[in-house]
């Protein structure tokens, strides 16, 4: 079996960001026993034992123990469940030792989608949301857009009214925006396993006043920006965070000389908070939740992937990719060890896609 075959049916069945990516993020080794174990070992050495690890603590739906919601689809057998763990940290372990300069990951079919939770998508106030709006399974609701807006929603989904708009469609907790968490899941994994130069670790530091090249950023924990970066230059930029991104009030992200916003990615390890009036650039993916505050304008795309999105009044544009990053090109192409051919399953996709937006025509009349 080829490794696009492996990483395509084992990444392809991951439904929500796997336990162990937490654990991966965490890189004072502070986490766990087995983190201060591995602090002094290799990057790649922390996630191929973390995954271990974390198989040997869980199991299958149906047991004695609680598996976290939507961490594995279609899962009958113990032996099955292992196996595609095992083939999951083969996959991050080949990217990041194939990794050679930074590189955009794919985004597949998340690349629609301005705004992606997991939970739940909030909104207060006029936002304009420019491209899909997804809240993936578990997520059954999105609350504070028009109802005039395109709706498509799966068993138990629904959309509260509010005066957000979206430019595309909303869809909540149907196969949709299943795969589009999918997909950022791994997009998350592969900026993950990307490496940082020591010389590129801004731990400690403020972004704010910083003009930076392109490359591979890292903080061990939190990173903060107050006032204004410059990214300067066309080409990928990949901040590696490992708790929380937090920027100050009227902060903002510059790009100079050709950067683009879509080959600025930002994997945060927790939660992000973006403070009011911030003027954000670049693919914003974070584990657990993020909080746009009142004001906040992004040239990109908000991702949680463990929890909610919370809006307030903002003004969020999809960036199409570019030929040089953006939605999958870009460096050496180092994630191709984990490129997904998915021709004939958007043919089948696609024909779903039919069915689903006759559904939501229904679905409108009835709002009427």
């Known amino acids: 079996m080829s490794s696009a075959t492996i990483c395509d049916t084992v990444i392809g069945t991951v439904i929500a960001p796997l336990p162990v990516l937490h654990k991966l993020t965490d890189r004072t080794g502070t986490g766990s026993a087995g983190g201060q174990f591995l602090s002094r070992v290799s990057r790649r050495g922390q996630i191929l034992v973390g995954i271990i690890v974390s198989i040997c603590s869980l199991r299958v739906p149906g047991s004695d123990s609680t598996l976290p919601s939507r961490t594995v689809s279609d899962m009958t057998e113990n032996a099955s469940f292992i196996m595609k763990k095992l083939l999951l ?15 955009a990951p794919p985004l597949a079919s998340a690349q629609s989608f301005a705004v992606l939770g997991a939970t739940t998508v909030t909104n207060t106030g006029a936002s304009l949301i420019t ?18 807006n395109h709706i ?38 592969a900026l993950l396993a990307q490496t940082c130069n020591p010389a590129n670790n801004l731990s400690g530091q403020d972004l704010g006043g910083l003009t930076l ?17 410059t990214l300067n230059g066309n080409g990928v930029y990949v901040f590696q965070i490992g708790s929380t991104l937090t920027t100050g009030s009227k902060s903002a992200v510059v790009l100079a000389n050709g950067a683009l916003a879509s080959n600025v990615f930002w994997q945060v390890g927790s939660s992000s908070t973006l403070g009011t009036g911030t003027a954000f650039a670049g693919n914003l ?25 919370t809006l307030d009044t903002n003004n969020i544009t999809v960036v199409a990719p570019t030929s040089s990053g953006g939605g999958g090109g870009g460096g050496d192409h180092d994630h191709d060890a984990c490129h997904i051919d998915d021709d004939a399953h958007d043919k089948d996709h696609d024909g779903k896609d039919h069915d689903r937006h006759d559904k939501d025509k229904d679905h409108e009349d009835e709002n009427d």
């Open 131 to 148: 491209g899909n709006l997804g809240v993936s399974p578990p997520g059954v609701s999105a609350t504070g857009f028009s109802l005039t």
């Open 285 to 309: 993916i974070a584990f657990t939740s993020d909080t746009v505050t009142t004001g906040v304008s992004v040239a990109g795309r908000v991702f949680a992937l463990g929890g909610a999105v």
């Open 152 to 189: 498509v929603v799966g068993p138990g989904g629904g959309v509260t009214t509010g005066l957000g708009v979206v430019t595309g469609t909303i869809f909540v907790g149907d196969p949709v925006s299943l795969l589009a968490h999918a997909d950022a899941s791994k997009a998350y994994a």
């Open 89 to 103: 940290g083969i996959c991050v372990l080949s990217m990041g030792s194939l990794s050679r300069a930074q590189s």
């Open 213 to 229: 090249a392109p490359g591979v950023y890292c903080f061990n924990s939190s990173a903060q920006l107050t006032g204004q970066l």
